[in-house]
């Protein structure tokens, strides 16, 4: 029997059901698809998967087997290679959003009514969101009910990477370069590519090392943007060159050991499910206010704004939003707690709709993930379930003084009026477009909206709409 493996999200080799189920089939073709999934990526995520892609192929050939490369609408592809190749069945990992939803339902359809085996796995998420339900049967709101709800559900025992048998001849291959995977990233590949750490192996390593050395205090130090104190996991669960399944049995582990942060690390990562659980339940998760009362929120909804510039191109005089716009650039990431706030000025102090944000996260950050990024910026913007409630609202200046004591961070990012800058903040420069016209020996520009300025006038429109 022979299968066509459909990569999608899941570029790893380890922890795949779906791989697993076919190499125990027999022959396996790996198959990973350019379709609108691809087309339609921000510069950075897409970039970031070009690296990825390059990996797994590697991985894969490894292992005397191949990754075939196609571009066009995903049904279209898989029907030919079905011809060209005869297999038998074709497998994948599931996905969540509506989109891909949609295109799955209907590639299973169509491939079963031609008798073809069209089976769908798990292995993206811990836990299906149809498998965690309220005592009435409904889907989860609220965080901590669904944390209390999973905690101790048993999670599968990761699984070892399969042998593949390879067929005996290979279809053919697009190639990688072809694609211009990063033709998009006008901000300097190379800066962003010293940040990167592509594939499963060096997930693997990262993890390893995390575990050994920063999961003990991650409680403690996880707030703190000036240090390493995260897992830096984000970019590899995105991708899929890690499962989650793996973090959860790894952090088990050192809870079983005694290790204090493994817990907090474990609800973080059931964040990442939660984030899920919403979008499968609710698609629109992604494209409006989650309650729909925000509708009437006076939003600034023009990206052309000067504030929405100046938010964009990190001179908006707040420090911590400006270093963490700066850090987002330069290296394709940015610390949550710095996330938090920089969403919250943007769509409380500037009042700019979250979605301007959310599609800025979109194009510069490499762990771009769609269910966690839209579900991070609704709880900031106070339109989503569980949200912060939007009278709650971060004072950027406080939040520096208390998780960036020593400005070490925004040392870190900020050249502007520093005698000796960091050769991150110098980066920034020279990841940015010439035509910003921006210098490190500019002054640091004053606030657009202070931090005091900023609060009333949200409050006051909130408080105006009734809400
Ligand atoms: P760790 O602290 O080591 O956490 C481990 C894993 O748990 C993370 O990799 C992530 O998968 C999950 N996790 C941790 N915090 C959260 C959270 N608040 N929400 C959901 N999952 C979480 N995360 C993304 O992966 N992609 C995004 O596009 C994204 N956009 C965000 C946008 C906003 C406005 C906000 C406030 C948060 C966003 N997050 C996003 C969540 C969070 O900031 C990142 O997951 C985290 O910073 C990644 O670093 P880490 O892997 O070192 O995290």
Same mark, same amino acid.
């Given at each position: 029997?022979?299968?066509?493996?459909?990569?999608?999200?899941?570029?790893?080799?380890?922890?795949?059901?779906?791989?697993?189920?076919?190499?125990?089939?027999?022959?396996?073709?790996?198959?990973?698809?350019?379709?609108?999934?691809?087309?339609?990526?921000?510069?950075?995520?897409?970039?970031?998967?070009?690296?990825?892609?390059?990996?797994?192929?590697?991985?894969?050939?490894?292992?005397?087997?191949?990754?075939?490369?196609?571009?066009?609408?995903?049904?279209?592809? &898989?029907?030919?290679?079905? !011809?060209?190749? %005869?297999?038998? *069945?074709?497998?994948?990992?599931? =996905?969540?959003? +509506?989109? $891909?939803?949609?295109?799955?339902?209907?590639?299973?359809?169509?491939?079963?009514?031609?008798?073809?085996?069209?089976?769908?796995?798990?292995?993206?998420?811990?836990?299906?969101?149809?498998?965690?339900?309220?005592?009435?049967?409904?889907?989860?709101?609220?965080?901590?009910?669904?944390?209390?709800?999973?905690?101790?559900?048993?999670?599968?025992?990761?699984?070892?990477?399969?042998? &593949?048998?390879?067929?005996? !001849?290979?279809? %053919?291959?697009? *190639?990688?370069?072809?694609?211009? =995977?990063?033709? +998009?990233? $006008?901000?300097?590949?190379?800066?962003?590519?010293?940040?990167?750490?592509?594939?499963?192996?060096?997930?693997?390593?990262?993890?390893?090392?995390?575990?050994?050395?920063?999961?003990?205090?991650?409680?403690?130090?996880?707030?703190?943007?000036?240090?390493?104190?995260?897992?830096?996991?984000?970019?590899?669960?995105?991708?899929?060159?890690?499962?989650?399944?793996?973090?959860?049995?790894?952090?088990?582990?050192? !809870?079983?050991? %005694?290790?204090?942060?493994?817990?907090?690390?474990?609800?973080?990562?059931?964040?990442?499910?939660?984030?899920?659980?919403?979008?499968?339940?609710?698609?629109?998760?992604?494209?409006?206010?989650?309650?729909?009362?925000?509708?009437?929120?006076?939003?600034?909804?023009?990206?052309?704004?000067?504030?929405?510039?100046?938010?964009?191109?990190?001179?908006?005089?707040?420090?911590?939003?400006?270093?963490?716009?700066?850090?987002?650039?330069?290296?394709?990431?940015?610390?949550?707690?710095?996330?938090?706030?920089?969403?919250?000025?943007?769509?409380?102090?500037?009042?700019?709709?979250?979605?301007?944000?959310?599609?800025?996260?979109?194009?510069?950050?490499?762990?771009?993930?769609?269910?966690?990024?839209?579900?991070?910026?609704?709880?900031?913007?106070?339109?989503?379930?569980?949200?912060?409630?939007?009278?709650?609202?971060?004072?950027?200046?406080?939040?520096?003084?208390?998780?960036?004591?020593?400005?070490?961070?925004?040392?870190?990012?900020?050249?502007?009026?520093?005698?000796?800058?960091?050769?991150?903040?110098?980066?920034?420069?020279?990841?940015?477009?010439?035509?910003?016209?921006?210098?490190?020996?500019?002054?640091?520009?004053?606030?657009?909206?202070?931090?005091?300025?900023?609060?009333?006038?949200?409050?006051?429109?909130?408080?105006?709409?009734?809400?």
């Amino acid at each position: 029997k022979s299968t066509l493996l459909w990569f999608r999200r899941d570029l790893r080799l380890g922890d795949h059901p779906a791989l697993t189920a076919a190499a125990a089939r027999g022959t396996v073709i790996p198959v990973f698809i350019h379709d609108d999934s691809v087309a339609n990526l921000g510069a950075a995520p897409k970039w970031r998967l070009g690296l990825s892609l390059e990996c797994l192929g590697a991985a894969l050939e490894a292992k005397g087997s191949r990754l075939i490369l196609r571009r066009g609408p995903a049904l279209e592809v &898989l029907e030919e290679l079905i !011809e060209e190749t %005869g297999v038998d *069945a074709v497998y994948w990992s599931r =996905l969540y959003d +509506g989109t $891909a939803q949609e295109r799955d339902s209907r590639v299973k359809e169509e491939l079963g009514n031609n008798g073809i085996e069209a089976k769908s796995f798990g292995g993206h998420v811990l836990f299906e969101p149809w498998t965690v339900a309220t005592q009435q049967g409904n889907f989860y709101k609220v965080y901590t009910p669904f944390w209390k709800s999973v905690r101790d559900r048993e999670v599968d025992t990761p699984l070892p990477a399969p042998d &593949l048998t390879a067929p005996s !001849e290979w279809p %053919g291959s697009e *190639a990688l370069p072809d694609w211009e =995977l990063g033709a +998009g990233m $006008a901000r300097g590949e190379s800066i962003v590519r010293r940040f990167a750490n592509p594939g499963e192996s060096a997930a693997q390593s990262r993890l390893g090392a995390f575990m050994a050395q920063g999961v003990d205090e991650y409680a403690t130090r996880r707030d703190l943007p000036a240090e390493d104190g995260t897992s830096n996991m984000s970019e590899h669960l995105t991708t899929g060159e890690i499962s989650p399944a793996q973090l959860w049995h790894a952090a088990l582990r050192e !809870e079983k050991d %005694g290790k204090a942060g493994a817990e907090t690390f474990r609800k973080e990562l059931v964040w990442r499910d939660f984030a899920y659980h919403l979008l499968y339940h609710t698609p629109r998760l992604t494209e409006g206010n989650w309650r729909e009362e925000w509708d009437a929120f006076p939003w600034n909804e023009d990206e052309r704004r000067k504030e929405v510039t100046a938010w964009k191109q990190a001179r908006t005089g707040i420090p911590i939003v400006d270093a963490g716009l700066r850090e987002m650039y330069v290296t394709g990431r940015m610390h949550n707690r710095v996330r938090m706030n920089v969403a919250s000025y943007l769509s409380k102090h500037l009042m700019c709709h979250w979605l301007i944000g959310l599609k800025w996260f979109e194009d510069c950050l490499i762990d771009w993930d769609i269910a966690n990024n839209a579900l991070g910026w609704q709880w900031a913007a106070g339109s989503g379930p569980d949200a912060a409630p939007y009278f709650r609202i971060f004072n950027p200046e406080t939040q520096a003084k208390r998780f960036d004591p020593d400005h070490a961070y925004i040392k870190r990012w900020i050249a502007e009026g520093q005698e000796n800058p960091s050769k991150d903040a110098l980066s920034y420069f020279d990841a940015i477009p010439a035509s910003w016209g921006l210098s490190p020996s500019d002054p640091y520009p004053a606030p657009i909206v202070s931090a005091d300025e900023g609060r009333k006038r949200a409050l006051d429109a909130y408080e105006n709409r009734g809400f």
